[in-house]
């Protein structure tokens, strides 16, 4: 009877993985899965001891009211640091699984050799990636580090070989210990563009931990979740390697190879600097606009403030607005399209890379606010660049670009950004919202 609840449950997973390809059916798509989660649950709780329930609910008590309070309370801007945390307890959960069951069992299964290390791995990667998104940690790198973590992997290879064929508890120690090193290792170097790809990577290792635990459980719920979790990252971290024009291999063992190119010698004088009167004034004239949002738009909350200019040059001046969004644009996969989505502002107007890409030539008016490195020129012309060879949108064949910064800071990826001195760019210095919001109020009069 509980294989026909499980599937049930199963099905309604893929169902709502299945209609988050559209953001109109997210929300109803969200609920589909909520209630497949529910009818998991309850079916795993229908079969449990009656006197291992107390720990089990309160378990779910507790991790339950934890989920709601971090998901109530965590900003959108802080939303890829959760999404870190939480790929590293789905990890954290296969290790200390794998614990109960070689401690129940006298007979270690390979799945949980192999879970002990991917979980751990999960683990240590997701808890650097997150203190590099929070701003805690940065890039780190130093001699000799590729050579470090091929006898680090060997090792641990090593260990999962003797660990199976020797059955010995004490070697589970070893090898998770020596795993969680290597997570550690192979995401310390990782920074700027690539860390969108990383948690795809280590979301789908949350996922493959978790088949493996329910193959070693005999769970085929969790065989099934793990795995469509397992496979719908991997084919994110594809289709953004793609996008940056890299791969895999290159990001997880060779980033720490490119060299940043930054010198002062390689900046210039600004050549224009605007007021937010200036920009109403342009922007109202103009026939097409193009919006590249980025993480300072986050950081900055200024994406209700984008949808109230946005309003005002539609109705009032009639100026087609268009929303340009980067496979890599902010933290996370799909970063922009939540905060975009959050303000209200309609799916029609936002295009992907390869859909406006070729527009900018005739775009009247470029507004980038907070976008740095996916406008980078360097990632074209400069071989020497960390981002060399990453498609970026073409803005400098605009007729006037809007770049909205704080200051003439570096990017995420750490490299200066020649857009700022082009002769058709004109910086607007400033918090992203406060700026926009001027120039709504100027709009409005």
């Not at 493959?208 to 005999?218: K, P, Q, T, V, Y």
């Not at 981002?387 to 910064?405: E, L, N, Q, R, W």
Request: aromatic content about 8%.
């Amino acid at each position: 009877m509980n294989e026909i609840f499980y599937s049930t449950a199963a099905i309604l997973f893929i169902l709502s993985i299945h209609g988050l390809n559209s953001p109109k059916n997210a929300q109803k798509s969200n609920f589909i899965g909520i209630i497949g989660m529910i009818i998991a649950l309850l079916t795993i709780l229908a079969f449990i001891p009656i006197n291992r329930l107390p720990i089990i609910m309160t378990s779910l008590l507790l991790g339950g009211t934890i989920g709601i309070i971090s998901g109530r309370k965590v900003l959108m801007t802080a939303l890829p640091q959760m999404v870190a945390v939480f790929n590293g307890l789905g990890g954290l959960a296969a290790v200390l699984l794998s614990l109960g069951e070689i401690i129940l069992n006298p007979y270690h299964h390979l799945i949980s050799t192999i879970s002990v290390i991917i979980g751990s791995l999960t683990f240590s990667g997701s808890m650097v990636a997150f203190l590099k998104l929070q701003g805690c940690l940065k890039i780190t790198s130093f001699r000799s580090q590729q050579i470090i973590n091929f006898i680090f992997t060997i090792i641990m290879i090593a260990l999962a070989i003797i660990f199976y064929l020797s059955q010995k508890n004490e070697f589970f120690w070893l090898l998770t210990i020596i795993s969680f090193i290597v997570g550690i290792l192979l995401v310390l170097p990782i920074g700027g563009a690539d860390m969108p790809i990383i948690i795809s990577i280590l979301n789908a290792a949350s996922g493959w931990a978790a088949a493996g635990i329910g193959f070693m459980l005999e769970q085929p719920l969790l065989i099934i979740t793990g795995a469509i979790i397992g496979a719908s990252g991997i084919m994110l971290a594809q289709v953004m390697t793609k996008a940056m024009n890299a791969s895999l291999i290159e990001i997880l063992f060779f980033t720490h190879n490119k060299k940043t190119n930054n010198t002062d010698s390689d900046k210039k004088e600004i050549t224009h600097i605007g007021s937010p009167k200036d920009a109403a004034f342009i922007m109202e004239n103009a026939e097409n606009m193009i919006i590249i949002p980025g993480y300072g738009m986050a950081a900055a909350h200024a994406q209700y403030s984008l949808k109230e200019m946005t309003t005002i040059l539609e109705k009032k001046y009639h100026v087609q607005v268009r929303f340009a969004i980067h496979p890599v644009a902010g933290r996370m996969p799909g970063h922009m399209n939540v905060l975009l989505a959050e303000a209200d502002i309609p799916y029609d107007q936002i295009f992907e890379f390869e859909d406006i890409n070729r527009d900018f030539g005739t775009a009247d008016v470029v507004y980038i606010i907070g976008a740095n490195d996916i406008t980078n020129p360097k990632a074209k012309d400069d071989k020497s660049s960390p981002i060399y060879g990453m498609p970026v949108f073409d803005v400098s064949s605009a007729k006037t670009v809007f770049f909205v910064k704080r200051s003439l800071n570096t990017g995420y990826a750490g490299i200066d950004n020649p857009l700022f001195y082009a002769d058709n760019t004109i910086m607007l210095f400033g918090d992203a919202k406060k700026i926009t919001e001027s120039i709504v109020k100027e709009l409005a009069e």
